[in-house]
């Protein structure tokens, strides 16, 4: 594609990085065919294509208007135009990139900003986040039933085990994570260490910086990975063998932080060390003997459904239903796993007409072949298709976690 940007982004490093990927983009349209919003909508300006162009016109100079930045707020940003591009168009990180300069550029209301900022300074902060959903529990009796159902029900974390393996392995709390399915990383915990591996919780760790910079504050996105990679490095230093993140959406971010902090001399360094050493748990289970854990599945009819930061973000397409059916579990089939759910971060929150259209499509699509269960491996995903399911809905290390059968 042929650029002319405008003199404010012409020759610089934000400038060169967008020519390059602009550049890339020849138009074959094959991204429509699996953008679920323009599957949705039909309109090419909801679908990659139509969006590269939209943002191409705005780095050539033409000034973008609320309808530029509608269009590009109902993109998910799930990667499923890059799975599919031929060209290896990097369509996410110019998304990213377009949204940090169309909030400078175009007012949002009043409404949009603080629901906004309240996402940022409450999800991202376990602690607030806790008070938050404490008080909505207690008084879930005078919310509306729609909302009744978004909250995510109480999940007893159980016993974390005692760190005595020599062999260490760093864990991401995260932050809605921490609070909403605290389950899932105790689970975790016990599971490696049945496996001989020990899961450390390094304090001053938290949200992995992905609410943040794809909500365009990408000062603050940067500061939550620098503050992350401060927490963890002395581990690393003494030996940590890997960062385990149980949540794909902030596996997919935490191994992007080289490339996000490579401009930074103080940190570029260590935060490609970090990306390098970012393993989903279905990464470090591939490469141990599970005889340990047994046959948990007992035949137990699971639907997997695979978020996109695992399938389009980190390209692990298949190895959790692999190690599923290694034990025990009867993986039924799913039409469209390639799709969205609707999750998307915050997008459920922000785009909630969209957002439950493509839920109710995924628990068609999920719950097509009978599963007695739903798993996945998103917090945010498994909550989402939770308030609307009517099976449970689990994160898939949930079914490691069983009594073994063997």
């Known amino acids: 594609m042929e650029t002319h940007l405008a003199p404010e982004f012409a020759g610089t490093p934000l400038g060169r990085e967008v020519e ?7 138009h074959c349209g094959f991204c429509t065919a699996t953008c679920p919003t323009y599957q949705l909508l039909g ?4 679908g990659p294509r139509g969006r590269i162009y939209l943002l191409k ?6 000034r973008p208007s609320r309808i530029t930045q509608q269009h590009l707020d109902r993109c998910l940003t799930c990667r499923s135009c890059e799975t599919t591009c031929p060209s290896g168009v990097h369509y996410s990180r110019l998304a990213d990139l377009g949204r940090v300069v169309l909030e400078a550029k175009v007012a949002r209301p009043l409404r949009e900003r603080l629901l906004r900022w309240g996402l940022r300074t409450v999800v991202a902060r376990p602690k607030r986040f806790a008070l938050v959903l404490g008080v909505a529990r207690a008084f879930a009796f005078m919310l509306p039933a729609a909302m009744r159902r978004k909250l995510p029900r109480p999940r007893s974390a159980g016993v974390w085990p005692e760190a005595k393996n020599h062999r260490r392995v760093l864990v991401l709390d995260g932050c809605a994570q921490s609070v909403a399915t605290p389950l899932t990383n105790a689970a975790a915990a016990r599971i490696f ?10 304090e001053g760790a938290g949200c992995c910086g992905a609410l943040s910079h794809h909500l365009a504050a990408e000062h603050e996105g940067l500061d939550y990975m620098r503050r992350n990679i401060d ?17 794909s959406g902030c596996g997919a971010q935490v191994k992007d932080y080289g490339a996000l902090l490579r401009h930074d001399a103080a940190y570029a360094d260590k935060a490609a060390r970090v990306s390098a050493l970012a393993r989903d748990p279905v990464e470090l289970l591939a490469g141990l003997d599970l005889a340990p854990l047994g046959q948990p599945g007992k035949g137990q009819g699971v639907a997997f459904h695979a978020p996109c930061t695992l399938s389009h973000g980190q390209k692990l397409n298949g190895q959790v239903e692999a190690i599923l059916a290694r034990l025990g579990y009867a993986l039924t089939p799913v039409r469209d796993g390639h799709l969205c759910c609707g999750s998307a971060g915050s997008y459920s929150v922000l785009q909630p007409e969209l957002s439950t259209r493509l839920r109710d499509n995924k628990l068609v699509a999920l719950t097509g072949g009978e599963p007695e269960i739903v798993a996945t491996a998103n917090v945010g995903c498994q909550l989402h298709l939770e308030g609307g399911a009517d099976r449970p809905v ?4 949930e079914l490691l976690d069983r009594p073994a059968a063997h």
Do not use: M, N
């Open 20 to 26: 390059s990927i602009l550049r890339a983009c020849v």
């Open 43 to 46: 309109d090419e300006l909801d």
């Open 57 to 62: 016109r705005v780095f050539e100079g033409e």
């Open 193 to 202: 260490a049945k496996l001989g591996i020990s899961l450390i919780r390094a």
């Open 231 to 247: 927490a963890w490095w002395p581990h690393i230093e003494q030996g940590a063998e890997a960062v385990l993140i149980t949540a």
């Open 394 to 397: 689990v994160h898939w290390l």
